[in-house]
């Protein structure tokens, strides 16, 4: 069994290359499209200045914005969010490392913004 949240080009090669008439099942609606009331924002920046540009983008944030902040590790996750904690910032931190309760209570607190 070969399972993916999503099925790019690469992904559908790679099945149809090791597995015998692969089979796609779909859950959930195919007709996805993109947030217009979202606004992305990347940037590039240097290790030394990422903390610091966090916390100014925090600062410039009003009462009722909210922002999703990716890492690309569970532990620097977590210091992470243990760290804007301390600092008053209210924050929930989520990944695959943390309990499906916890998860969940995670994704209602952003959802509500307790």
């Not at 559908?12 to 924002?41: E, I, W």
């Not at 940037?43 to 909210?66: C, G, H, I, N, Q």
């Not at 904690?85 to 995670?106: K, M, N, Y």
Request: a negative charge; one cysteine or more.
């Amino acid at each position: 069994m070969m399972t993916s949240a999503t099925w790019p080009d690469g992904v559908r090669r790679l099945a149809n290359n090791y597995m015998k008439d692969p089979m796609q099942v779909y859950v959930g609606s195919l007709d996805l499209a993109a947030c217009h009331s979202v606004t992305q924002l990347i940037e590039v920046l240097d290790e030394e200045d990422k903390r610091s540009r966090l916390l100014d983008f925090f600062e410039a944030m009003t009462e009722v914005e909210k922002v999703l902040v990716f890492v690309g590790r569970k532990v620097t996750a977590d210091h992470l969010s243990s760290d804007l904690s301390l600092q008053g910032i209210q924050v929930q931190c989520i990944h695959g490392g943390r309990e499906q309760e916890d998860r969940e209570q995670a994704l209602e607190d952003f959802k509500t913004g307790t």
